[in-house]
Protein backbone atom coordinates (compact mmCIF):
# COMPACT_ATOMS: atom_id res chain seq x y z
CA UNK A 1 0.00 0.00 0.00
CA UNK A 2 1.37 3.53 -0.99
CA UNK A 3 1.77 5.37 2.29
CA UNK A 4 2.02 9.42 2.51
CA UNK A 5 2.70 10.31 5.57
CA UNK A 6 2.32 14.17 6.99
CA UNK A 7 4.19 14.94 10.06
CA UNK A 8 1.53 16.70 11.78
CA UNK A 9 -2.29 16.56 12.18
CA UNK A 10 -2.75 19.52 13.83
CA UNK A 11 -0.86 22.68 13.99
CA UNK A 12 -1.43 26.14 15.46
CA UNK A 13 0.78 29.17 15.00
CA UNK A 14 1.11 32.85 15.47
CA UNK A 15 0.64 35.28 12.70
CA UNK A 16 4.11 36.00 11.48
CA UNK A 17 5.87 32.91 12.32
CA UNK A 18 7.53 30.57 9.82
CA UNK A 19 6.35 27.16 9.85
CA UNK A 20 7.15 24.21 8.53
CA UNK A 21 4.91 21.63 6.98
CA UNK A 22 6.49 18.11 6.03
CA UNK A 23 5.52 14.98 3.92
CA UNK A 24 7.18 12.22 3.01
CA UNK A 25 6.11 8.89 0.66
CA UNK A 26 7.17 5.58 0.57
CA UNK A 27 6.20 3.99 -2.99
CA UNK A 28 9.27 6.03 -4.96
CA UNK A 29 6.80 8.45 -6.74
CA UNK A 30 8.57 10.74 -9.28
CA UNK A 31 5.03 13.41 -8.63
CA UNK A 32 4.35 15.37 -4.98
CA UNK A 33 1.57 18.11 -4.50
CA UNK A 34 0.85 20.04 -1.82
CA UNK A 35 -2.94 21.44 -1.65
CA UNK A 36 -5.05 23.28 0.49
CA UNK A 37 -9.04 22.75 1.19
CA UNK A 38 -11.40 25.35 1.84
CA UNK A 39 -14.85 24.80 2.65
CA UNK A 40 -16.93 25.04 -0.65
CA UNK A 41 -13.50 25.90 -2.67
CA UNK A 42 -12.35 22.29 -2.92
CA UNK A 43 -8.83 20.89 -3.53
CA UNK A 44 -6.29 23.90 -4.58
CA UNK A 45 -2.35 23.35 -5.95
CA UNK A 46 0.05 25.51 -3.99
CA UNK A 47 3.38 23.65 -5.32
CA UNK A 48 4.20 20.43 -7.26
CA UNK A 49 7.64 18.56 -7.83
CA UNK A 50 7.99 16.13 -10.68
CA UNK A 51 11.66 15.47 -9.42
CA UNK A 52 14.29 16.20 -6.36
CA UNK A 53 15.18 19.72 -6.87
CA UNK A 54 12.64 20.54 -9.15
CA UNK A 55 9.34 22.72 -8.29
CA UNK A 56 6.42 24.40 -10.33
CA UNK A 57 3.84 26.91 -8.43
CA UNK A 58 0.41 25.56 -8.88
CA UNK A 59 -2.29 27.96 -8.52
CA UNK A 60 -2.23 29.89 -5.15
CA UNK A 61 1.63 29.84 -4.56
CA UNK A 62 1.82 33.30 -3.30
CA UNK A 63 2.86 33.21 0.71
CA UNK A 64 4.53 29.69 0.48
CA UNK A 65 7.31 28.18 -0.63
CA UNK A 66 8.48 24.32 -1.31
CA UNK A 67 12.00 22.00 -1.17
CA UNK A 68 12.55 18.58 -2.58
CA UNK A 69 15.71 17.47 -1.57
CA UNK A 70 15.16 14.00 -1.59
CA UNK A 71 12.75 11.94 -3.87
CA UNK A 72 10.77 10.50 -0.68
CA UNK A 73 9.95 14.50 1.38
CA UNK A 74 8.53 17.49 -0.32
CA UNK A 75 8.38 19.97 2.04
CA UNK A 76 5.86 23.33 2.50
CA UNK A 77 7.25 26.52 3.84
CA UNK A 78 5.07 29.09 4.69
CA UNK A 79 7.67 31.84 5.38
CA UNK A 80 5.86 34.19 7.52
CA UNK A 81 2.06 32.74 8.50
CA UNK A 82 -0.76 35.05 8.10
CA UNK A 83 -4.25 34.17 9.42
CA UNK A 84 -5.79 33.67 5.85
CA UNK A 85 -3.44 30.65 5.60
CA UNK A 86 -5.94 28.77 7.95
CA UNK A 87 -6.61 25.92 6.19
CA UNK A 88 -6.74 22.17 5.83
CA UNK A 89 -3.40 20.81 3.79
CA UNK A 90 -2.46 17.83 1.59
CA UNK A 91 -0.02 16.15 0.44
CA UNK A 92 0.06 13.88 -2.66
CA UNK A 93 1.84 12.11 -4.38
CA UNK A 94 1.76 9.82 -7.92
CA UNK A 95 3.54 8.29 -10.06
CA UNK A 96 5.16 9.54 -13.63
CA UNK A 97 3.55 7.39 -15.97
CA UNK A 98 0.32 7.56 -18.40
CA UNK A 99 -2.02 10.13 -17.57
CA UNK A 100 -4.79 7.48 -17.25
CA UNK A 101 -3.01 5.97 -14.10
CA UNK A 102 -2.40 9.14 -13.16
CA UNK A 103 -3.57 8.76 -9.15
CA UNK A 104 -2.52 10.59 -6.22
CA UNK A 105 -2.36 9.34 -3.11
CA UNK A 106 -2.49 11.28 -0.29
CA UNK A 107 -1.48 12.30 3.47
CA UNK A 108 -4.02 12.39 6.07
CA UNK A 109 -3.92 16.32 6.22
CA UNK A 110 -2.54 19.29 8.95
CA UNK A 111 -5.10 21.00 9.95
CA UNK A 112 -3.43 24.65 10.55
CA UNK A 113 -4.63 27.42 12.56
CA UNK A 114 -2.60 30.68 12.52
CA UNK A 115 -4.00 33.03 15.01
CA UNK B 1 -16.51 29.60 -15.15
CA UNK B 2 -15.06 27.17 -12.70
CA UNK B 3 -12.51 24.64 -14.55
CA UNK B 4 -14.44 21.40 -12.95
CA UNK B 5 -18.44 22.41 -11.25
CA UNK B 6 -20.34 19.97 -9.45
CA UNK B 7 -23.91 20.42 -7.28
CA UNK B 8 -22.42 20.70 -3.84
CA UNK B 9 -25.70 18.96 -2.36
CA UNK B 10 -26.02 17.48 -0.25
CA UNK B 11 -28.36 14.42 -1.52
CA UNK B 12 -30.03 12.97 0.83
CA UNK B 13 -31.40 9.77 -0.44
CA UNK B 14 -33.06 6.48 1.60
CA UNK B 15 -30.78 3.72 2.06
CA UNK B 16 -30.59 1.11 -1.05
CA UNK B 17 -31.89 3.75 -3.80
CA UNK B 18 -30.20 5.38 -6.66
CA UNK B 19 -28.43 8.02 -6.97
CA UNK B 20 -26.53 9.60 -9.63
CA UNK B 21 -23.88 12.62 -10.26
CA UNK B 22 -23.35 14.92 -12.60
CA UNK B 23 -19.92 16.90 -13.36
CA UNK B 24 -18.76 19.72 -15.64
CA UNK B 25 -15.31 20.25 -17.17
CA UNK B 26 -14.31 23.43 -19.19
CA UNK B 27 -10.76 21.85 -20.53
CA UNK B 28 -11.40 19.89 -23.73
CA UNK B 29 -7.51 18.60 -24.03
CA UNK B 30 -8.19 16.38 -20.39
CA UNK B 31 -7.20 12.92 -20.85
CA UNK B 32 -7.85 11.59 -17.79
CA UNK B 33 -10.94 11.32 -15.12
CA UNK B 34 -11.61 10.06 -11.92
CA UNK B 35 -13.88 9.97 -9.05
CA UNK B 36 -12.40 10.10 -5.52
CA UNK B 37 -14.42 10.01 -2.35
CA UNK B 38 -13.86 12.23 0.82
CA UNK B 39 -15.13 11.35 4.34
CA UNK B 40 -15.44 13.97 6.38
CA UNK B 41 -12.46 14.83 8.17
CA UNK B 42 -10.33 12.70 6.39
CA UNK B 43 -7.95 12.90 2.79
CA UNK B 44 -9.84 12.27 -0.50
CA UNK B 45 -9.32 8.22 -1.74
CA UNK B 46 -9.67 6.95 -4.91
CA UNK B 47 -13.09 5.77 -5.91
CA UNK B 48 -12.63 4.62 -9.48
CA UNK B 49 -11.40 5.93 -12.69
CA UNK B 50 -13.38 7.19 -15.58
CA UNK B 51 -12.69 5.78 -18.76
CA UNK B 52 -14.07 6.83 -22.30
CA UNK B 53 -16.54 3.90 -22.82
CA UNK B 54 -17.75 3.44 -19.48
CA UNK B 55 -17.28 1.44 -16.12
CA UNK B 56 -18.41 -0.11 -13.97
CA UNK B 57 -16.97 -1.81 -10.28
CA UNK B 58 -19.93 -3.08 -7.99
CA UNK B 59 -22.21 -1.04 -7.45
CA UNK B 60 -20.64 2.15 -8.98
CA UNK B 61 -20.68 3.33 -12.73
CA UNK B 62 -18.66 6.20 -13.82
CA UNK B 63 -19.54 7.58 -17.56
CA UNK B 64 -17.58 10.05 -19.68
CA UNK B 65 -19.22 12.31 -22.36
CA UNK B 66 -16.65 13.82 -23.91
CA UNK B 67 -18.69 15.96 -26.68
CA UNK B 68 -20.77 17.37 -23.62
CA UNK B 69 -17.94 17.51 -21.49
CA UNK B 70 -19.37 15.58 -18.38
CA UNK B 71 -18.96 13.21 -15.96
CA UNK B 72 -21.34 11.17 -13.98
CA UNK B 73 -21.03 8.92 -10.97
CA UNK B 74 -23.56 6.61 -10.56
CA UNK B 75 -24.72 4.92 -7.60
CA UNK B 76 -26.95 1.83 -6.91
CA UNK B 77 -28.77 0.52 -3.79
CA UNK B 78 -26.76 2.60 -1.70
CA UNK B 79 -25.63 1.71 1.80
CA UNK B 80 -25.17 3.65 4.76
CA UNK B 81 -21.35 3.54 4.24
CA UNK B 82 -21.72 5.54 1.06
CA UNK B 83 -22.35 8.18 2.84
CA UNK B 84 -19.36 10.48 1.96
CA UNK B 85 -18.10 13.84 -0.13
CA UNK B 86 -17.68 12.73 -3.90
CA UNK B 87 -14.76 14.61 -5.81
CA UNK B 88 -14.94 14.86 -9.45
CA UNK B 89 -11.03 15.35 -10.92
CA UNK B 90 -9.90 15.98 -14.35
CA UNK B 91 -6.37 16.00 -15.06
CA UNK B 92 -5.01 20.03 -16.53
CA UNK B 93 -4.98 19.27 -20.50
CA UNK B 94 -1.57 16.83 -20.80
CA UNK B 95 0.01 17.33 -17.37
CA UNK B 96 -0.11 15.92 -14.18
CA UNK B 97 -2.04 18.55 -12.42
CA UNK B 98 -5.50 17.79 -11.60
CA UNK B 99 -8.12 19.92 -11.23
CA UNK B 100 -10.75 19.18 -8.21
CA UNK B 101 -14.40 20.12 -8.36
CA UNK B 102 -15.40 21.31 -5.09
CA UNK B 103 -17.74 18.26 -4.49
CA UNK B 104 -21.01 17.17 -3.98
CA UNK B 105 -22.21 15.58 -0.65
CA UNK B 106 -24.51 12.58 -0.43
CA UNK B 107 -26.13 11.09 2.95
CA UNK B 108 -27.41 8.20 3.04
CA UNK B 109 -30.54 7.64 5.83
CA UNK B 110 -32.12 4.27 6.71
Known amino acids: DVKVTQSSRYLVKRTGEKVFLECVQD?????MFWYRQDPGLGLRLIYF???????EKGDIPEGYSVSREKKERFSLILESASTNQTSMYLC??????????????FGAGTRLSVL | RKEVEQDPGPFNVPEGATVAFNCTYS??????FFWYRQDCRKEPKLLMS?????NEDGRFTAQLNRASQYISLLIRDSKLSDSATYLC???????????WGAGTKLIIKP
Open chain 1, 49 to 55: SYDVKMK
Open chain 2, 27 to 32: NSASQS
Open chain 1, 27 to 31: MDHEN
Open chain 2, 89 to 99: VVNKGSNYQLI
Open chain 1, 92 to 105: ASSLLGPLAKNIQY
Open chain 2, 50 to 54: VYSSG
